[in-house]
């Protein structure tokens, strides 16, 4: 193992910064909130030409054939930034998708998408599912002219923004099997496609999808029938971790903006960063950012090792991560006061994203419990098997 | 000691059901039921009924229009107010300006003030804390001179709840710069609509405006508009303060609120094919959670049948519920985000506030406006009051006398 940049990851890591310092600062951000801008499509393709958009592509795909970590510096670097525009939902895990699954029938759409020309989200999840990836009420069925799709998408990051949708539906099987999973892509104007509600709490864009007797041609099947569920996982496990990873770059935004507030804040006539207990709690805060980094670590390695065990410690890694990502970024409105609580102040909006990528893919009771039934049946990745997706 | 329940307390709490089911319209109880902070238009409305029936100032003496109810009764009523989705009292009228002026204002301002708090119609806005004020109260700096038989106020102010339906103001100013901190400050009472007064709200994280910050420009307050003795305003603050502590601290209905709302959310929430509240690791937290909230009911239980509080010796016991009691709370909204899942994390129009939303259709289950943006403004209970910072350290040094080194 090591632990320090590559002089190409360092560059990566010191372009991100620099475009965030340019293009992203806080009051540029509010005034766009303020418009319910919430995607700008300019920033997108900036994103296409930096090449985060194709990092993790094979360069025979157009790509730039790095690997998932290179990702993750990206992702942290948007998090500490407050970007609006979802990277890992709607950069990272469509082209995967696209590029694992039917890269050459697709060829334009992903030229597209690694541009930043063309927007894609994912209608993967379901209100009942709660972050099981197999959980699919959604269904469609082949017809003459093509597949027939019915049901209804929650928490669809993206949505209201996208011109085209990764779909999962169920063409076979129990509500919950594992078989019978299959993904569609459907463009957004075609007839039947609803978007309903508009954002998250965080700003960003994100709503409901409802398909009310969609039509699509055969083509639109990705990959094989009924056999997408894994692939599904595989996709949503890393973007978890890189969702993971943005949480670390919050966490450390709101570290940073909280030890400068503290410092420059009176009252009683000192700065209040003077009191023992504010000093305790911002340690406090600087060892949970240890621990999250460390979490992250942990599951870009299994996702490197390939190890059978890699998806079941990434819900370890949501949980975990998630879980003390909301307190120290609570913290930090705690220790700004009153002032932590309005839109003015730049801390609170980290708290809010915390929020929302805690119900992104699934939240903490699923994945612990996920993590525990795991513990035991320890045997099975002792084995070297892999858990059934969906438990 | 004996822990039968009161038979007349249980006649009382009957007495109050009924009058609950009776009077508060369902459409007032739905939106109180809502994690939206209450709605000014439904406040001032049940205020009104209340007062109609008599019942809108219990804990005022009987002379100003109380109940003459026991401690015990009081704490029945706002029991079994908020667990039927009554809009939470205009505490900064009948909880804190009401008593200070029965208590220390002239006769012509109880003539004048006491009537408009009692039946809703006059709403007061609080103006305490300043941008370099918070914690440190005593720093304030806002200024009244006296100029004939007028103050001229300048300053500002800041977290003035509910600022933009605001009527009239209580605050506190400098009145002696030279003296110390606490000596030289005056409580004064100013129509809003005073040349020289702005509101200007602030957008809080949850989406909402109901906070706001008091410029005042020159604003003329006739003198006889000082409450007490000039430069006394300080000791009136300590009452006031105390009162705002004691009986709003805990919040124990609210705690109980949340356990029964999680209860009844997660049972109708789908994981997979069974019911949210059958997951082992879920239910697990919410048993600890349950656990703690029933210990703090009791808690509260106790200080309002021994009349206790930090005066006759109850040990900080006010700063203990209110750091508990916020915890719990914070802990309690985040779980029931958690409840419902994906909708956790959209953004819910406040139809409280924003009354054009009342009836709008919204994704997600009939109950998921709200929770986020009560989550997200519980965030304020462990700062406003007294941050949990500062009550730990009150009660480190009630309780053990405890103090910190001097710098």
């Not at chain 2, 959310?265 to 997951?279: K, M, Q, V, W």
């Not at chain 2, 930090?310 to 900080?316: K, L, Q």
Request: one cysteine or more; hydrophobic letters at 40%; charged letters at 25%.
């Amino acid at each position: 193992m090591r632990f320090d940049l590559t002089e190409e990851q360092k560059l990566l890591q010191e372009s991100a910064s620099r475009f965030l310092e340019r293009d992203y600062g806080f009051e540029k951000r509010r005034a766009r909130v303020k418009a319910g801008d919430a995607f700008d499509r300019r920033i997108w393709k900036t994103f296409g030409e930096m090449g985060w958009l194709s990092i993790i592509v094979p360069e025979r795909d157009g790509g730039l054939g790095q690997s998932v970590i290179e990702a993750a510096l990206v992702a942290e670097e948007l998090g500490r930034g407050q970007v609006l525009e979802p990277y890992v939902a709607c950069g990272i895990l469509p082209v995967k998708l696209l590029t694992g699954l039917a890269h050459s029938r697709h060829a334009d759409l992903v030229a597209g998408l690694l541009a930043g020309e063309v927007v894609a989200a994912l209608a993967h999840s379901e209100p009942q599912a709660r972050g099981n990836v197999c959980d699919v009420a959604a269904n469609a069925r082949l017809g003459s002219s093509g597949w027939r799709i019915n049901g209804r998408k929650s928490l669809v990051v993206g949505a209201p923004i996208a011109d085209c949708f990764i779909v999962s539906a169920r063409t076979s099987g129990d509500r919950t099997s594992e078989q019978g999973v299959s993904l569609f892509l459907v463009p957004a104007d075609a007839p039947g496609l609803r978007v309903e509600g508009n954002r998250l709490m965080d700003w960003s864009s994100g709503a409901d999808v409802v398909f009310d007797n969609v039509s699509v041609g055969s083509d639109a099947l990705l990959g094989n029938v009924g056999m997408a569920a894994p692939v599904l996982q595989d996709v949503i496990d890393e973007a978890i971790v890189l969702l993971c990873a943005e949480v670390v770059g919050a966490m450390e935004g709101a570290i940073d903006v909280t030890a400068e507030y503290i410092k420059t804040r009176k009252q009683f006539g000192v700065a209040i960063g003077s009191f023992q207990a504010l000093q305790h709690r911002m340690a406090d805060m600087a060892i949970e950012l240890v621990q999250a980094r460390s979490a992250v670590y942990r599951a870009l390695q299994a996702i490197q090792l390939d190890s059978p065990r890699k998806s079941i410690d990434i819900s370890g890694c949501k949980a975990f991560v998630t879980r003390i990502g909301k307190w120290t970024t609570s913290q930090g409105i705690q220790l700004h006061g009153g002032y932590g609580m309005t839109e003015e102040y730049k801390v609170g909006q980290y708290f809010k994203r915390l929020l929302v990528i805690d119900g992104i893919f699934g939240r903490m009771d699923y994945h612990l419990n996920r993590y525990a039934r795991a513990i035991a049946h320890q045997d099975w990745s002792d084995q070297g098997r892999k858990l059934p997706i969906g438990t | 000691m004996d822990f039968k329940p009161d038979i007349s307390e249980q006649a009382f709490r009957n007495e109050v059901r009924v009058f609950l089911s009776e009077n508060l319209p369902s459409e007032i109880a739905a939106r109180g039921r809502s994690g939206y902070l209450a709605a000014a238009d439904d406040q001032r409305a049940w205020q009104k009924i209340l007062a109609k029936k008599g019942w809108s100032v219990p804990h005022w003496p009987v002379e100003y229009g109380g109940t003459g109810w026991t401690a015990a009764q009081r704490y029945i009523f706002d029991e079994e107010c908020y667990l039927a989705g009554a809009p939470t009292p205009i505490i900064s009228g009948i909880g804190l300006v009401g008593p200070v002026i029965y208590t220390f204002g002239s006769e012509e301002q109880k003539r004048r003030h006491l009537p408009g708090i009692r039946s809703g119609d006059v709403y007061w806005i609080q103006g305490f804390s300043e941008p370099g004020a918070g914690s440190d109260l005593a720093s304030l700096r806002t200024s009244a001179v006296r100029d004939g038989d007028h103050y001229i106020v300048n300053g500002q102010k800041i977290w003035t709840s509910k600022g933009k339906y605001g009527d009239w103001n209580f605050v506190l100013v400098r009145t002696d710069p030279k003296a110390k901190p606490q000596a030289g400050i005056s409580f004064i009472l100013i129509d809003v609509r005073t040349p020289g007064v702005t509101v200007r709200p602030i957008e809080s994280l949850e989406g909402s405006h109901h906070l706001a910050e008091v410029f005042y420009d020159n604003a003329k307050v006739p003198v006889e508009n000082l409450v007490g003795e000039e430069n006394k305003g300080w000791d009136y603050t300590k009452f006031l303060l105390f009162n705002e502590r004691a009986f709003y601290g805990a919040e124990a209905p609210a705690l109980k609120r949340y356990i029964q709302k999680i209860r009844r959310y997660a049972s109708l929430e789908r994981n997979g094919d069974a019911p949210l509240i059958s997951n082992p690791t879920f239910a697990v937290r919410l048993a600890e959670y349950e656990l703690e909230v029933m210990a703090i009911d009791m808690s509260v239980a106790q200080v309002i049948q021994a009349g206790l509080n930090e005066r006759n010796g109850g040990n900080a016991i006010g700063s203990i519920l209110k750091v508990r009691g916020t915890e719990l709370a914070q802990k309690l909204t985040d779980m029931l985000v958690e409840v419902i899942g994906d909708y956790g994390a959209a953004f819910f129009p406040d139809f409280n506030e924003d009354a054009k939303f009342r009836g709008a259709n919204h994704i997600g289950p009939e109950y998921a406006p709200g929770l986020m943006a009560e989550l997200i403004y519980r965030r304020a209970s462990s700062i406003y009051g007294g941050t949990n910072e500062i009550q730990r350290s009150l009660i480190a040094k009630t309780r053990f006398g405890l103090q910190s080194a001097k710098s």
